[in-house]
C-alpha cells in the first residue's frame, strides 16, 4: 500500500510545497531586511563623508576669505602630509568661469608631459601637460562639495573614497552566502516541518485508500493523540468512518429484515391472487381472496411508507406542523383509544393526574409517538395487568411515562430495540412490523428530545420521553 502511495507524494507532496513555499517568504523578508540594512549603511558613510567635506570647505573657504589663494595654498602645504587631504581634490572657479586654482591629488595623475606648444607669435615654448583620471568606478565613489565664496567665486572640494571596497563589497558578500544559507536552511527546515504535521493527514490518505481498495471499512487511523485541528480531523474522520459502518450495517440488517417481513405478506398476496383465479365460480371465495390481497397490500405499504418517515425524521428532513399541544388530553385521548382492546385483554389503560402541562410540538406526531408506545405495552403486558400513562414538567423539559407490568426488556436488546425492523425474541410471536419504536425514537429526535427504555424494580417496562417546551428551529 505505501509503495503505491510513495511516488503520488513525491510527485505532488504538500510538505514539499510548504517547505518551498516557506523558503521563499523567508527569502524575501530576508532580502528586505538585508537591502534596508545596506542602503541605510550606505547613507550614513556616504552622509558622514559629505560632513568631513563640508567641515574641509569651511576651513578652506575661511582661508580664502582672509587670504586668498596664497592662504589656500599654505593651508594645502601644511596639510600634506595627513592622508585625507592628500586624497583631496581642491578647485577655485572665478565669477567668470575661468579656473583661478586648481589641486590635483598624486595619485590621480596618470600622465605628467611636457609638450611644444606654439606662443601667439609662433615660437614654440614648451607646456606641462598632465592626464587625469578621476578614480569613480563600482568600487570607489567621487563625494563633491562647493561652496560660493563672498567674491562670487565658487570653491570645489572631492573626495575619492573606497568605503564600497573597504566595508560594502564584503558586506554583500556576506550577504549573499548567508542569504543563501538562510535560504536553503529555511526550506529544509519548512518541508521537515510541515511533513511532520501532515503526518496525519497521511495517515487518513492510507486509510482512506485502504478502505477504497480493500472494502474494510473497519479500517481506522491509529497513532494520532495530538490535541490541535489536525488532531481533530483525524477524530472527526474516524467518528465518520464508525457512523457509515454501523448505517452500513444497520443497512444491510434492515434489507435482511425487509426481506423476511415482506416475504410473507408477498407469499400471501400471491396465494389470493391465486386463489381469486381458480374460483371462478364462488364469487364469494373470489371477494374474500381479493380482500385479503388488499389487507397484504395496505400491510406492505404501511411498512414502506414508515420506513420513509423514519428516513425523513432521521435526516432532519421531516415537516413538523408545530402548535401548543395539552398532554393531558393528548394520553386521555389515546388511552381511550386503547381502552376496549386493553379491555379484552383484561389489561387497565390509565392516565396519572397532573397539572396542566402543554408544549409546542405537531400533534400528529407526537400523538403517534405515545400511540405505539402504548400499543407495544398493551401488546406485551399480560392479562390482568397494567399500562399507565404520565406526564411531569421539570425545568422547561416534559417527561412522558408509559409503564407496563409486562415481562421487561432484556438488557442485551434494550440499545437494539430502536433499530428498523429488529424484532426481539418475545416479539417474534407478535403481529407487528418490527418498527414502531425505530419511528418513536426518529420522530421524538426530530422534536429536540430523546426516548429512554429501562425495567422497572417490580417488573416491566418504563419507556420515558424527554421534549423541549418548544421544539428547537
Not at 312 to 319: D, F, H, I, P, S
Request: hydrophobic share 45%; charged share 25%.
Amino acid at each position: 500500500m505505501s509503495s503505491r502511495l510513495e511516488p503520488r507524494w513525491l510527485g505532488r507532496s504538500l510538505a514539499v510545497r510548504l517547505g518551498l513555499w516557506h523558503a521563499v517568504f523567508s527569502a524575501i523578508g530576508a532580502a528586505v531586511v538585508l537591502v534596508a540594512i545596506y542602503i541605510l549603511l550606505a547613507r550614513a558613510l556616504d552622509a558622514r563623508e559629505r560632513e568631513a567635506l563640508e567641515i574641509r570647505a569651511a576651513e578652506y573657504a575661511d582661508a580664502f576669505e582672509n587670504g586668498g589663494i596664497a592662504a589656500v595654498r599654505n593651508l594645502l602645504a601644511r596639510e600634506q602630509q595627513q592622508p585625507h587631504v592628500r586624497s583631496l581634490l581642491v578647485r577655485v572657479v572665478g565669477p567668470g568661469g575661468d579656473v583661478t586654482f586648481f589641486k590635483v591629488p598624486d595619485d590621480w595623475i596618470e600622465d605628467d608631459t611636457h609638450v611644444m606648444v606654439p606662443d601667439r607669435w609662433g615660437a614654440l615654448q614648451p607646456q606641462r601637460v598632465q592626464t587625469m583620471r578621476i578614480p569613480r568606478d563600482e568600487q570607489r565613489d567621487l563625494t563633491v562639495v562647493s561652496r560660493r565664496l563672498s567674491d562670487g567665486a565658487l570653491l570645489q572640494i572631492a573626495r575619492s573614497t573606497d568605503n564600497r571596497a573597504v566595508l560594502l563589497a564584503p558586506l554583500r558578500h556576506t550577504m549573499w552566502v548567508a542569504g543563501s544559507a538562510a535560504v536553503l536552511l529555511s526550506a529544509g527546515v519548512g518541508a521537515w516541518l510541515a511533513w511532520r504535521a501532515i503526518k496525519p493527514v497521511r495517515a487518513v490518505a492510507a486509510t482512506a485508500h485502504r478502505i477504497v481498495a480493500t472494502g474494510d471499512l473497519s479500517a481506522r487511523v491509529e497513532g494520532v493523540q495530538r490535541n490541535d485541528e489536525v488532531g481533530d480531523l483525524v477524530r472527526q474522520f474516524n467518528t465518520l468512518l464508525e457512523r457509515n459502518g454501523n448505517l452500513l450495517r444497520a443497512m444491510r440488517e434492515a434489507l435482511d429484515n425487509v426481506a423476511h417481513d415482506l416475504r410473507t405478506p408477498l407469499t400471501r398476496l400471491r396465494a389470493g391472487a391465486e386463489m381469486a383465479l381458480r374460483q371462478t365460480d364462488n364469487p364469494v371465495g373470489s371477494r374474500e381472496a381479493l380482500a385479503d390481497c388488499i389487507e397484504e397490500t395496505d400491510r406492505i405499504q404501511r411498512l414502506l411508507e414508515t420506513l420513509l418517515d423514519i428516513s425523513a425524521a432521521e435526516n432532519g428532513v421531516l415537516k413538523l406542523k408545530c402548535e401548543r399541544v395539552d398532554m393531558n388530553a393528548l394520553l386521555q385521548s389515546v388511552a381511550e383509544l386503547y381502552a376496549l382492546g386493553a379491555e379484552e385483554k383484561a389489561v387497565v389503560v390509565e392516565v396519572l393526574p397532573s397539572a396542566g402541562i402543554s408544549i409546542a410540538a405537531d400533534p400528529t406526531r407526537l400523538r403517534q409517538v405515545v400511540t405505539n408506545l402504548v400499543d407495544n405495552a398493551v401488546k406485551y403486558t399480560p392479562s390482568g395487568g397494567r399500562v399507565s400513562l404520565a406526564a411531569e414538567a421539570r425545568e422547561n423539559r416534559v417527561f412522558v411515562t408509559v409503564r407496563d407490568t409486562g415481562p421487561g426488556i432484556p438488557a442485551e436488546e434494550q440499545e437494539k430495540i430502536w433499530q428498523r425492523l429488529y424484532r426481539g425474541d418475545h416479539s417474534r410471536s407478535q403481529r407487528g412490523l418490527g418498527l414502531g419504536l425505530a419511528m418513536v425514537k426518529a420522530l421524538v429526535e426530530a422534536h429536540g428530545g430523546r426516548v429512554t427504555v429501562a425495567n422497572q424494580p417490580a417488573g416491566g417496562a418504563v419507556f420515558t420521553v424527554e421534549l423541549p417546551v418548544a421544539v428547537p428551529t
